[in-house]
């Protein structure tokens, strides 16, 4: 049987990514207000919840993959005190600028390795981002559903949207 899932971008939707262009430190990761109610009410409503992010200034060498790995790592602590599991966290860690890639959003690749590797089904899967990209790597990936909600803003009505969505 295939799992349903929401497909949720980082930087300005999970966390702030106000006053920083990349946000690479524990100490300068803030979580975005309603996100643990948001994500505890997918989670109850059994959805995986699958972070997709573009980390491209590993790329320009700004800071490393375990600097992201920290982050991550800080995310999963503060998301497991309140019962939220993360399924999965996909990186690409290319920029454009630096050398083509074929996973950096708006590409659909890490939404579509993350179907195959946890058997989603996209007809019964959502994305929620803060970007034109984010928006068209759902698309591209066949999602039933993708919200694009402002930076920084509460995704509580996109989750609530999300859970009250039938077949």
């Not at 790329?59 to 375990?66: E, F, N, R, S």
């Not at 790995?69 to 995310?75: D, E, F, M, S």
């Not at 630096?98 to 899967?125: F, G």
């Amino acid at each position: 049987m295939k799992h349903k899932a929401v497909f949720i971008d980082r930087d300005g939707v999970i966390n702030s990514d106000e006053g920083h262009y990349y946000i690479y430190r524990v100490n300068d990761f803030v979580i975005n207000p309603g996100i643990r109610e948001g994500l505890k009410m997918l989670s109850d409503a059994g959805f995986m919840l699958v972070v997709v992010t573009n980390q491209g200034g590993v790329a320009k060498g700004i800071y490393t993959l375990d600097d992201v790995n920290a982050v991550h790592t800080h995310l999963q602590n503060e998301l497991s005190q309140c019962g939220i599991q993360l399924s999965a966290i996909k990186v690409c860690p290319h920029h454009e600028s630096v050398a083509p890639c074929s996973c950096r959003k708006p590409s659909p690749q890490m939404i579509l390795e993350a179907i195959n590797e946890l058997e989603i089904d996209p007809n019964q899967s959502y994305l929620i981002g803060d970007s034109k990209r984010d928006i068209e790597a759902g698309e591209a990936a066949g999602l039933k559903r993708c919200f694009k909600i402002d930076a920084n803003a509460s995704i509580m009505d996109a989750c609530q949207q999300i859970v009250n969505d039938r077949p």
